[in-house]
Nanobody
Framework: VQLQASGGGFVQAGGSLRLSCQASTRTVANWMGWFRRAPGKEREFVADINWSGGLRNYADSVKGRFTISQDNAKNTVYLQMNSLKPEDTAIYYC????????????WGQGTLVTVSS
């Protein structure tokens, strides 16, 4: 599975961005997720979704501000990020896994999100 992430950029605190991740196929891995790595910190989970769209998970730090969604026709998963905070500044990575209990094994390149105060 090849993953192509896009949509990062520079935004002021309180602003919004939408990240996109297009997968080469949906038939191998049926869960898609977003992770991020802030400067000087370890990578952390942000949100994930299965391709049917019925199940979603969010990190506590983004609940109520970020929304993950999917467009099966485009093999694309989105991360709508609202009310952005400076602490959301990070490189965001999309990833895919075969099942709900599997490890994330397919990774895309990162896209940088910078939130200024």
């Amino acid at each position: 599975v090849q993953l192509q992430a896009s949509g990062g950029g520079f935004v002021q605190a309180g602003g919004s961005l939408r990240l996109s991740c297009q997968a080469s196929t949906r038939t191998v891995a049926n869960w898609m997720g977003w992770f991020r790595r802030a400067p000087g910190k370890e990578r952390e989970f942000v949100a994930d979704i299965n391709w049917s769209g019925g199940l979603r998970n969010y990190a506590d730090s983004v609940k109520g501000r970020f929304t993950i969604s999917q467009d099966n026709a485009k093999n694309t998963v989105y991360l709508q990020m609202n009310s952005l905070k400076p602490e959301d500044t990070a490189i965001y990575y999309c990833a895919a896994r075969r099942g709900r209990s599997a490890q994330y094994e397919y990774w895309g390149q990162g896209t940088l999100v910078t939130v200024s105060s």
